[in-house]
């Protein structure tokens, strides 16, 4: 589906690039206080606001910068992104090639806020292909 409010993609690349320079503190400021994250990588539980999804983001932060200096310390490019437009909330749902031998999907529900789109949930699932 196409997109129809360019403020809500401008909002999920804004978010991607935050999390290619690994900017915690910008990353946040796209989910709702109340948010909740299902990571692939991390705990099967559930993170739910900003302190426990910054916690969950950590270590994934770290294992990713490495010895790097400056950002960018990654890509992340959407493959096959589709929008689903639901009234004041909107869907993402995309897959990344980040990892070679498995299918990662991600997600996001977004909602429209008087301070604009916020991230409410992502679910984030990868598969191996084998």
Request: proline residues 5%; charged residues 25%.
């Amino acid at each position: 589906m196409s997109i129809v409010d360019p403020e809500l993609q401008c909002a999920l690349d804004s978010f991607v690039a935050a999390f290619e320079n690994l900017d915690m503190n910008r990353l946040l400021n796209y989910f709702a206080e109340d948010a909740s994250m299902f990571h692939p990588r991390a705990s099967g539980n559930r993170a739910t606001g900003h302190e426990e999804i910054r916690k969950s983001f950590e270590p994934v932060f770290i294992r990713i910068r490495c010895d790097q200096t400056q950002p960018p310390f990654h890509r992340i490019q959407p493959r096959d992104l589709i929008w689903q437009l639901l009234g004041d909330t909107a869907l993402a749902t995309f897959y990344l090639d980040d990892q070679a031998g498995k299918l990662n999907r991600r997600t996001i529900v977004w909602n429209q806020t008087d301070s604009g789109w916020k991230i409410v949930h992502i679910h984030a699932s990868e598969i191996s292909l084998d």
